[in-house]
Nanobody, 118 residues
């Protein structure tokens, strides 16, 4: 089971940190993905981190602004989002899969809404 939190309302240029906490299975055996879905748009990949945290990948438009990290001792993955723009407004979802590179992870948490005002 995955639980995402940390969303909220922030002004453009601001920062937020999302958290994704897992329970029920060995958290460290899963790659954790962040996706987002903006109003009227399709869901898109944002970032992924490997089981050990040594491999990360990002959507091009968030590179240099977002950082994904994990603390397996706390069963938590973080998405630090800096220099936010209104285009980052979306519901953010975390998801888990045994594979790092997949567009359809098997396990999903509920979303957390991020709203960036201009």
């Amino acid at each position: 089971q995955l639980q995402a939190c940390g969303g909220g309302l922030v002004q453009a240029g601001g920062s937020l940190r999302l958290s994704c906490t897992g329970s029920g299975r060995p958290f460290s055996t899963y790659a954790i993905h962040w996706f987002r879905q903006a109003p009227g748009k399709e869901r898109e990949f944002v970032a992924v981190i490997s089981m050990s945290g040594t491999v990360t990948r990002y959507l091009d438009s968030v590179k240099g602004r977002f950082t994904i990290s994990r603390d397996n001792a706390k069963n938590t993955v973080y998405l630090q989002m800096n220099s936010l723009t209104p285009e980052d407004t979306a519901v953010y979802y975390c998801a888990a899969d045994l594979k790092i590179f997949t567009t359809a992870p098997n396990y999903w948490g509920q979303g957390t809404l991020v709203t960036v005002s201009s």
